[in-house]
């Protein structure tokens, strides 16, 4: 659409409706915000959980509607298709297990808890703006919208100099990414003349690819490769995660990346980003290496999951380095996965924790097999899903991955898939075996699980075994969403 049209244009009631997702977090956030200082502290917990969970689930519901309206909005910069509702659909439903899982953290770390659910439905709205976008520019300022959030998410446990240095690192390296992403855009522009996806494929596709925009390609994907802690730009990963409260590591570990890969998908799928096969074949193969390698030496289990999170990254990665027909569902597919089995990890830590953070470390899960069965065998679900076994989520994500490069000819980076996975199982298994093969240790204590927490692991559980026992319809799903991206 030229300048001349966009002074014309007057949004009609409909681009609301597809927007109504994020209309619906943000006016929920606000809500948050407003009554935060008027509720005495003794009830603000569950009063702005309540509401923070009401807007999470009312932003899926919202999710359903919009997908019954498909189409384009505001001067074609938003594209609601099967492809972003999906997305949208995932990152509600990671806010809602997020914020259940928080109800009792926030309760024994004694933290203030307003502005903590409304930055977790601000969030969201950046993320599902992420998946919607067909502009650059706007992509640009959903990633800040998303990005803001969560750096102030990281240091939310104020008394601990640890969380402090996770946000601030997290900020400075995090804005250092985003400026070579920015950068990318603007070489774009120069390369095809628009910052619309459209516009540059048609660009791309008409002639000789300008060298500019393999420079551009390049640069974003420098940006977004931070985001979502591939290799090599995935330094800041282990000590944030560490550091930071464990229900925002579970969210800040599955919903942004889920948004994130979003955007991947659109530039180099949609968008026809010259030069990607090369970029992601790296990026993947030492992703997945350091990832695991990374995770070998570690004791601290949020520190485990963070080098996990980059090798997962990793094989993520092997499907957009496929063919778009079978790459884009398995990528789909995976992040789903990937999403169910981690935050369902992290309400675990988050609840085993106890005050302050104290118990961490892989001896403190000694023995948790026999003195909360329920809550090891849960662990051990998601652990199994994390490795790839059979009847979890996590098997068929691999299975579809490693497929659809095998497809592509990719046979050097799924052996190195493969080889890291079984390495993969050997830290996973370790956590395993501390819970049913160690004695446990009499000076760590262990609350009962409230309600609220135990809905978020029952959501989590269901979604894993769901996706390993019934994919068919998730990724039949996936496949109707890559056919709509890439008309």
């Known amino acids: 659409m030229n300048p001349a049209d966009m002074m014309q244009y007057v949004p009609q009631a409909l681009d609301y409706v597809r927007i109504l997702p994020e209309i619906v977090l943000a006016l929920f956030g606000m809500v948050v915000m407003v009554l935060d200082p008027l509720l005495p502290e003794e009830r603000n917990q569950r009063v702005l959980g309540g509401i923070a969970l009401a807007g999470g689930l009312a932003a899926m519901v919202a999710t359903l509607i919009t997908a019954n309206s498909p189409g384009l909005a505001f001067w074609d910069v938003i594209q609601v298709d099967a492809f972003s509702s999906f997305f949208h659909f995932l990152v509600a439903t990671v806010a809602v297990v997020v914020i259940l899982s928080s109800y009792e953290y926030m309760q024994v770390q004694e933290i203030r808890a307003g502005e903590y659910y409304a930055l977790i439905l601000f969030g969201a709205v950046g993320m599902s703006l992420m998946s919607s976008a067909t502009e650059l520019v706007l992509i640009f300022i959903a990633l800040e919208i998303s990005s803001i959030s969560t750096y102030i998410l990281a240091g939310f446990r104020r008394r601990s100099a640890m969380s402090s240095e996770a946000s601030l690192k997290y900020f400075l390296l995090g804005s250092f990414a985003t400026a070579f992403f920015l950068y990318g855009i603007a070489m774009m522009f120069g390369a095809t003349g628009s910052t619309s996806i459209r516009v540059i494929s048609q660009a791309l596709r008409a002639g000789n690819t300008p060298v500019l925009a393999y420079v551009a390609v390049a640069l974003m994907f420098v940006g977004l490769g931070f985001k979502v802690a591939s290799a090599p730009f995935h330094i800041w990963t282990p000590d944030v995660y560490e550091g930071s409260p464990a229900p925002v590591v579970g969210f800040m570990s599955t919903a942004p990346k889920a948004a994130v890969f979003a955007v991947l998908l659109r530039i180099f799928f949609q968008a026809n980003a010259p030069g990607r096969l090369w970029l992601i074949w790296v990026s993947a193969a030492l992703s997945m290496t350091l990832g695991n390698v990374g995770a070998l030496v570690q004791t601290n289990v949020k520190r485990l999951l963070a080098y996990s999170s980059i090798a997962h990254a990793g094989y993520l ?7 778009p027909a079978n790459g884009i569902p398995a990528a789909m597919f995976y992040t789903a996965s990937y999403a169910a089995m981690n935050v369902g990890a992290f309400a675990v830590v988050s609840h085993f924790a106890s005050r302050g953070e104290r118990y961490v470390t892989l001896e403190d899960y000694s023995g948790l097999g026999r003195r909360s069965p329920l809550l090891a065998a849960t662990l051990t679900i998601f652990l199994l899903s994390l490795i790839g076994i059979p009847i979890t989520g996590g098997f068929f994500a691999k299975f579809y991955v490693f497929s659809a490069a095998l497809q592509a000819n990719l046979t050097g980076l799924v052996i190195i898939g ?12 370790r956590i395993i075996v501390m819970m049913y093969m160690r004695e446990p240790k009499e000076d760590t204590p262990l609350a009962p699980v409230p309600v609220a927490l135990g809905t978020a692991l029952a959501i989590s559980v269901f979604a894993t075994l769901y996706l390993g026992i019934l994919p068919n319809s998730v990724l039949a799903y ?10």
């Open 478 to 487: 996936a496949a109707r969403s890559a056919a709509d991206l890439l008309r």
């Open 317 to 323: 990665l092997v499907a957009f380095a496929a063919l």
């Open 418 to 429: 493969v080889i890291n996975s079984a390495v993969g199982a050997y830290y996973y298994l």
